[in-house]
């Protein structure tokens, strides 16, 4: 009942930043957990940050640690990735997700996917 649209990516140098945006449709956003995961061409897809319904609560995977934020603002129904210090081993394909579930580090506990918006760290 949720439809996810990325925005924000693009081609930045490494040690450079990007906010990433992905933007829901609907009047549910509130009660939805939200996580962000990347692709990278030939790899899995990998858990990134994820943040509770409320905005209280997040965890990381340990490779971003220190150098992303994941936020939202659900008056605008909308989540934000701040990515600080690429590096291009961050460059892939990245998702954003929403699950049912208070939060989520695992792939097949999102119920709900955007098509992903592409970001490339040059060195």
């Known amino acids: 009942q949720v439809q996810l649209v990325e925005s924000g990516g693009g081609l930045v140098q490494a040690g450079g930043s990007l906010r990433l945006s992905c933007a829901a449709s609907g009047r549910s956003f ?63 394909v990245y998702y954003c997700a929403a699950t049912y579930y208070y939060t989520g580090t695992k792939s097949y506990e999102y119920d709900y996917w955007g098509q992903g918006t592409q970001v490339t760290v040059s060195s």
């Open 30 to 92: 509130n009660s939805y957990g939200m996580g962000w995961f990347r692709q990278a061409p030939g790899k899995e897809r990998e858990f990134v940050a994820t943040i509770s319904r409320d905005g209280d609560n997040t965890v990381y995977t340990d490779s971003v640690k220190a150098r992303f934020t994941i936020s939202r603002d659900n008056a605008k129904n909308t989540v934000y990735l701040q990515m600080n210090s690429l590096k291009p081993e961050d460059t892939a």
